[in-house]
Structures are given as C-alpha cells and as structure tokens.
C-alpha cells in the first residue's frame, strides 16, 4: 500500500473527466486501496481518483465516525435527487477553505463494488453531500466551483499565500 499525492486547486489536472473502469483488475483495487489509505491518512472523508491524478471513476468514502466504514464506489452515478441541504464543504485538494455548497439532501447512486456487482446506495444528510462532491470529481468540478467567481479568486489568492509560506 502507498500513500498518493493529491493534487491542489487551482491545478488544472482537477478538470479532467474521468473514465468508466471497464474490468475491475488487479490495478483497480489496488487504486481503491491506495486511495483509502491516502483519505484516512488525510484525514479525510471521500477521495476521487481525480484528485491522485488517476481518470478513472472510482470514489472511496467513510463518513463514519469510528472511520471504519469504507465505501467503494467504481463507475458511480446518482440516479434520483430530492430536496435541497446547505453545508460547509471541505476538501483535500482546496486545503484550508471552507465554504456552503447547497446540494441535493437525498440522492440514490448506482454504481459497482470491487467484485463488479451492480450496487444502490439511497443517502442522506453528510453520505449524501459526500457522493455528490466525490461525483463532481469525476467529472472535473471542485467544491469553489459552485461558489461566486469573487470567491474563487479570493480562494486561489489565499492558496497561492500558503504554498509560499510552506514552500
Ligand atoms: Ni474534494
């Protein structure tokens, strides 16, 4: 197992589309495990292969407290969306920023696990926001994306001053 380095906004690499696993291959769960060990070491509560700068659609999640509920999810895809929830988003890749996103409260996602099986996942609440961050990934949006074109400059501006005070 290894640790993968994850990529930071503004990093253009974060726009790139993933694509569907088509075999769920050695490579893959080695990908799914090593991307499990990269959130927990974070710590974190969902990573998408975008962020390790791997463009396959794979997302691993644990939203639990005891952080032993690891989620899978290989070629996920929200099928139905209800309600509307704001909350403060986070993620490894914009480290240090906060801000609301408003999302679907509930959605049902479809998607595969590690043994290829056809899987459903009806979520809410936090498992709910993390799906729809995590699929957002995948298709090459970060969480500042749904924010003002003022706060993103503010964002990448803040960004730009951490990395010089920690380079
Ligand atoms: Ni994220």
Redesign the pocket.
């Known amino acids: 197992m290894s640790l993968l380095p994850i990529l930071h906004y503004p990093d253009s690499r974060l726009k790139t589309i993933a694509l569907p696993v088509g075999k769920i291959g050695e490579d893959i769960r080695t990908l799914a495990r090593d991307m499990a060990e990269t959130m927990y070491a974070a710590p974190?509560i969902?990573?998408?292969a975008t962020?390790v700068d791997v463009h396959w659609r794979v997302v691993v999640i644990d939203v639990s407290e005891a952080r032993d509920e690891l989620r899978v999810l290989i070629n996920p895809e929200i099928v139905a969306g209800e309600g509307a929830q704001i909350g403060e988003?986070?993620?490894?890749?914009?480290p240090g920023i906060y801000d609301k996103v408003e999302r679907a409260e509930r959605v049902t996602a479809r998607y595969l696990d590690l043994d290829g099986k056809e899987q459903t996942v009806e979520a809410e609440g936090l498992l709910a926001v993390c799906i729809q961050?995590?699929i957002?990934?995948l298709d090459g949006k970060?969480?500042v994306d749904h924010l003002s074109n003022l706060k993103r400059t503010r964002i990448k501006a803040k960004l730009a001053k951490q990395a010089r005070i920690t380079a």
Request: charged share 20%; net charge negative.
């Open positions: 974190g969902g990573l998408a962020q988003e986070g993620c490894l890749s914009v961050h995590e957002d990934h970060v969480f």
